[in-house]
């Protein structure tokens, strides 16, 4: 069994570039290469949406912290405030 095609050289990507969207709706991620470096992946929206959709709030974040309930206590400075030229 072969692996499906994931690595394109951008000049194939652009020639091709109805199929090359069809492929990353089909089977997934696509990385292009420039001069034979890996430079850029390619995903579809709805797998750039579920990667990047926010999980919680920040008040959730703080209290499932590793420090939560670890009795560290953080001194806050009490210096005057920078003088500002306008």
Not at 1 to 20: E, G, H, I, N
Not at 31 to 57: A, F, H, L, M, Q
């Amino acid at each position: 069994m072969t692996k499906p095609k994931t690595l394109w050289a951008v000049a194939d990507a652009k020639a091709r570039f109805s199929q090359f969207i069809d492929v990353v709706l089909t089977k997934g991620p696509q990385t292009i290469t420039r001069n034979g470096k890996k430079t850029v992946v390619v995903v579809s929206v709805d797998e750039w949406e579920r990667k990047t959709r926010r999980k919680g709030n920040l008040a959730d974040f703080f209290a499932h912290s590793p420090l939560h309930g670890s009795g560290i206590e953080i001194e806050r400075v009490k210096d005057a405030p920078r003088e500002t030229r306008w």
